[in-house]
Nanobody, 125 residues
Framework: QVQPHESGGGLVQAGDSLRLSCTASGRTFSDYAIAWFRQPPGKEREFVAGISWNGGARSYYADSVKGRFTISRDDAKNTVYLQMNNQRPNDTAVYHC?????????????????WGQGTQVTVSS
């Protein structure tokens, strides 16, 4: 079992970069796929990016962030990163990370059993 925790959110301007971190307790962190989801104000939560377990050989991205966001993992640090470049105002959302044992890192949400509380990202124009 793992308990994800997000950090790194904040207020940035359009075009800026930000890196989110998802850390989790537990000795078997590498057994878990990790994905980032976000919930914009007044909208449904949506998949952003995911990375597979066992070293993260596979990663997946929503079309809206392809080419701008990069997900990576460092299992020695029990951490998954989401590097967000060239941010846009419509990236504004609460970002959650979630864990799925032996998962691929793909949507949908029901694949993920463990969720963090979220971190706010606000992009001003």
């Amino acid at each position: 079992q793992v308990q994800p925790h997000e950090s790194g959110g904040g207020l940035v301007q359009a075009g800026d970069s930000l890196r989110l971190s998802c850390t989790a307790s537990g000795r078997t962190f590498s057994d878990y796929a990790i994905a980032w989801f976000r919930q914009p104000p007044g909208k449904e939560r949506e998949f952003v990016a995911g990375i597979s377990w066992n070293g993260g050989a596979r990663s997946y991205y929503a079309d809206s962030v392809k080419g701008r966001f990069t997900i990576s993992r460092d299992d020695a640090k029990n951490t998954v990163y989401l590097q967000m470049n060239n941010q846009r105002p419509n990236d504004t959302a609460v970002y959650h990370c979630a864990a799925s044992k032996y998962g691929l890192g793909v949507p949908p949400e029901y694949e993920y059993n463990y969720w963090g509380q979220g971190t706010q990202v606000t992009v001003s124009s």
